[in-house]
């Protein structure tokens, strides 16, 4: 196990660059049992413990001034069972290698985000989801998950085994202790055929319901400032297998997703006038396109231009009416969006603090480039989220505190009195927690 200062001058960054913390000490354990004994050592010196994936998330849900858990040497599988169709994998695992690995034997999740550069464990403790019908987020594929609490202890929690904590802590959002591995629903690899296809705005608000319940996976980006949006529908295929061309993929996936994108958004923060121009130019610039592979190919896609959002999930039937009211509030503020907003699905689940606990659920994510202006935009579209009774993504900009969770969530207080219970002195405090779940 080492134990370093963390980034330069001994600063830790998330992925977006708007949060930024100075840890006492970084730990990266080998192990469960050197893990257990790090936990153990912060807590004789009075410093809280925060663990931190890839640093994707937007929120300071993993900053700390204490000991920061590095979990890199945690990584790769640790079983398969075939008969029961699960894989188990070490927390630090980075989702793309565990859809490299899964591949490789033949398998799949039944579904995923749109990037794969988080671990498993920062991606399940924050409510990471793609998008589905019928399939949820990818804390909802969890089986079961191993956890080291405040006192070192190791709990193995499953629907069987702890299963009030299983309940809460595969989204737990490292108030509960600091998991270490996980274990995932799997099924034999298949293919997804993608059809991605621009439509006007109007028409995705009047056939959403149809687009919705036709569609295993349908998720649109609505570009502000048009009247235009890129849809996408995922379905199961018997093939064959048709992947995207290595040319075709590089142009769109690269050249025009992410280069020139980067381009505009550049162009767009030195001139904010032409942003409105250039939403029209880039609603236009990708073409229609089918293809067919497996799924992590297909789920995920490159993301190199660096950004802050804020989501929030509505209830599925109020998403239309949402987006309504975004769209007004753009066009009459004057605001100068240079991103496309994203909606995705997905159906209720049973997880405590799960932004779709217990109710079919519609996401509305938000985004500006990194380094440009975005509280006036984010405050007037949480305004018209939080009207509507949104949930806050925990790991995406947001400003809602405990007791607004304790209105939208009805097992909030279930939540908490568990973490009461396995972490009473607030070791895996921080200032994010404290907003979110109170003191």
Not at 281 to 307: E, G, M, W
Not at 423 to 436: A, G, H, I, K
Request: with cysteine.
């Amino acid at each position: 196990m080492s134990s370093t200062a963390s980034g330069r001058n001994g600063t830790w960054r998330n992925w977006g660059g708007n949060v930024a913390a100075r840890p006492a000490r970084e730990v990266t354990p080998a192990s469960v049992e050197e893990l257990s004994a790090a936990i153990g050592r912060a807590a004789e010196d009075g410093l809280k413990v925060k663990a931190v994936g890839s640093g994707h998330s937007f929120t300071s849900i993993a900053a700390t001034d204490g000991v920061l858990i590095r979990p890199q040497l945690l990584t790769g599988i640790r079983d398969i069972d075939r008969d029961a169709m699960t894989v188990t994998v070490e927390a630090g695992t980075p989702l793309k290698r565990l859809n490299l690995a899964l591949a490789r034997e033949g398998l799949s999740l039944t579904n995923m985000g749109d990037i794969m550069e988080q671990t498993v464990s920062g991606a399940a403790s924050t409510g990471t989801h793609g998008t589905g019908r019928d399939s949820g987020s990818i804390a909802a594929q969890i089986k079961g998950l191993e956890l080291v609490t405040a006192d070192g202890s190791v709990l193995a929690c499953s629907e069987k085994e702890n299963p009030e904590v299983f309940a809460a802590a595969r989204i737990g959002l490292g108030a509960l202790g600091v998991v270490t591995a996980v274990t995932f629903a799997v099924e034999p690899v298949f293919l997804l055929t993608a059809r991605e296809e621009p439509m006007p705005f109007a028409r995705v608000l009047a056939e959403f319901d149809e687009l919705w319940a036709e569609n295993e996976h349908f998720e649109f980006y609505w570009f502000p400032h048009t009247g235009s949006t890129n849809t996408k529908r995922n379905n199961r295929s018997a093939g064959p297998e048709k992947p995207v061309g290595r040319l075709a993929g590089w142009v769109e996936d690269e050249l025009l997703s992410n280069g020139v994108f980067q381009v505009a958004q550049w162009v767009g923060r030195a001139a904010p006038a032409t942003i409105p121009t250039i939403a029209r130019i880039s609603s236009r610039a990708l073409s229609a396109r089918t293809y067919t592979d497996i799924p992590y190919k297909v789920f995920t896609s490159p993301r190199r231009v660096r950004f802050v959002e804020m989501e929030y999930a509505v209830a599925r039937e109020a998403v239309v009416d949402v987006l309504r009211e975004l769209k007004t509030m753009v066009d009459r503020s004057g605001l100068r969006v240079s991103f496309p907003i994203e909606v995705r699905t997905a159906p209720a689940d049973d997880i405590t603090l799960s932004t779709a606990s217990g109710r079919d659920s519609a996401y509305i994510a938000v985004h500006m480039a990194k380094g440009t202006p975005y509280q006036r935009y984010f405050t007037a579209a949480e305004r018209i989220f939080t009207a509507h009774e949104g949930r806050p993504h925990w790991g995406k900009v947001h400003t809602r505190d405990a007791e607004y969770f304790a209105h939208v969530y009805p097992r909030f207080g279930e939540f908490t009195a568990l973490r009461d219970r396995l972490d009473p002195d607030r070791l895996f405090q921080n200032d994010y927690l404290r907003r979110v779940l109170g003191a």
